[in-house]
């Protein structure tokens, strides 16, 4: 069984880890820019209100970050323990933007973090309202950089392999910092950061006023959570289209499992909402294709004409290709250099990829023996091959398709959400304009409901990316299994509960903190 | 002998001045020292951090998260564990 498998276990353990992780971030990144508009008002205003404003929400910002820095250092840890291939193998490609985030980053972040909290009395109004701005825009430049690391994953690009190292040498920074899936990928996330940090003082607020207590506070902090958030959205959608376009010319395998498809036509329809159908399961295709091919992908479903055509390549006729159309291959696409090609059948790219392997073997043997020629000729080999490096440890072509329910519905879950929170955020505003929104009692729970739904929301478009990924560490270029170390299951399981653990008094302590705070309310 | 005293006394208010100014490392470490003394729940923070930070690099990294690369030395014994494992795929 996976699960049990040291595969399995270490695909869990860094799943989980990661999640975890992400329960903290977001918060951070979104407060951040909150806290700066609120202390701006103070500043321009000399009002003490919004000092005391600001001074609450930094106490929740504060909590927030203590709790969550350096969660996301496990992660690292796991890279040399469990990931080793992989982490060898991406070079510096990984280390250089993470090194950046580390050195410039988190410096600028914990240098301007102590007189965010300390220079209230100490420095002038301005010195502290720039360094309350540094901070926000520190946690958004750490982000950046840990993105730009993901996006190289999804999308390899700016580096050449070294055989003789066996690792990838970056040849082209600009490349990889400006890779369109790594600029998009940042754009999605933080403006996601923003929703999230956004939903949470709304909803934090509405607690507020459904306790009468504190209502100026309460529906200021909504009123400017609320146009920040729905801003914040409306860029969000924006770049999710930037996405779906990146992602069907890059991972048209993901896309196809987002969206639940197997046969395609020109003019995809776009699954607006449906329920998959269990008997079309993936691992039925080898076994029994007959049978497979007469399932209905969907029990049930709605779906909007070419839209799926529409949104990733603007056009209403584009055939997008589904699982199975990707696996065969023999349909037709525009590449990097806007050439039509046609797509390589699955099992064509594993035995390209098995040539580029051996190819790799060859020239270690050659290497060995003094064989210049030979290590020539496996050079040429291994460089013509390279793009299928990965497949060549596909054992068979299904194991190329990512898990599709937990992809589409995750992909539901994140866009039903999003468009639940545009209404939120209209109605907060439109409510609170109308000075109604304090005996809004049904809105009220609704908001404070919101802000689990929010962390349900953010965590299903990292599933969506990650999952969506699979099976690949590096898209085409190394699979989960070849990227694994030679550690045991019993100590990754050891290790996976130990963290659980630790997260789960972490999260405990979080949580009776940040009661605790709200609880007591801005200070007098 | 007037423009001489009246030199001496500009001489002794800039000492002055310069006498009052406290070093910028000293004034940066108060800064820190008084900020860290005033804070309340901060203090509970900073302890959770601490506690969590030990776990992680004293507990969890030294005993549990050895890199599977750390044990060899060089560069190429690295590499060439990694290629052992790329040509043969388990």
Known sequence: MLLASLLGLSRLQFALTAMFHWLFVPLTIGLGFIIAIMETYYVRTGNEFWKRTTKFWMKIFAINFAIGVATGIILEFQFGTNWSNYSWFVGDIFGAPLAIEG??????????????????????????????????????????????????MQYPVGMEFNPDTARNEMVDFWAVALSPIALNKFIHTVTNCFVVAAVAVTGISSWYLLKKREEEFARKSIRIASVFGLISLIVLIWSGDGSAYHVAKKQPMKLAAMEGLYRSQNGTPIVAFGILNPKKSISRLERDSLGFALQEPYLFNISIPKGLSLLVDRKSNTFVPGIEDIIQGGYTYINDLGEEVVALPVRERMKRGRIAIEALANYHKAKEVGDDHGKELSLIALKENFSHFGYGYIEKQTDIVPNVPLTFYAFRIMVIL???????????????????????????????????????????????????RQPWTIQDLLTTGASLSGVSASSVMTTTIMFFVLFSVLLAAELTILFKVIHKGPAQ | ???????????????????????????????????????????????????????????????????????YSSQEEKSEHVIKNLINPK
């Open chain 1, 103 to 152: 050195i410039f980053a988190f410096f600028l972040e914990t240098t301007f973090f102590a007189i965010m909290f300390f220079g209230w009395n100490k420095v002038s109004k301005n010195v502290h309202l720039l360094s309350t701005w540094l901070v926000a825009f520190g946690t958004v430049l750490s982000a950046l950089w840990i993105l730009v690391a993901n996006a190289w």
């Open chain 1, 418 to 468: 999003g468009g639940f929170f545009i209404l939120l955020f209209s109605l907060a505003i439109y409510l609170e304009r109308k000075g109604i929104i304090y005996k809004t009692r049904w809105f009220l729970v609704l908001s404070i409901i919101s802000i689990p739904l929010v962390y349900i929301c953010t965590q299903a478009g990292w599933i969506v990316a990650e999952v969506g």
């Open chain 2, 1 to 71: 002998m007037a423009s001489a005293n009246r030199f001496y006394n500009f001489i002794s208010i800039l000492e002055q001045i310069y006498s009052m100014k406290e070093p910028l490392v000293k004034r940066i470490w108060l800064f820190y020292y008084d900020g860290f003394r005033s804070m309340t729940l901060g203090k509970t923070l900073w302890l959770i951090i601490a506690i969590k930070l030990f776990i992680m690099f004293f507990i969890l990294k030294l005993f549990f998260f050895r890199s599977e690369l750390g044990v």
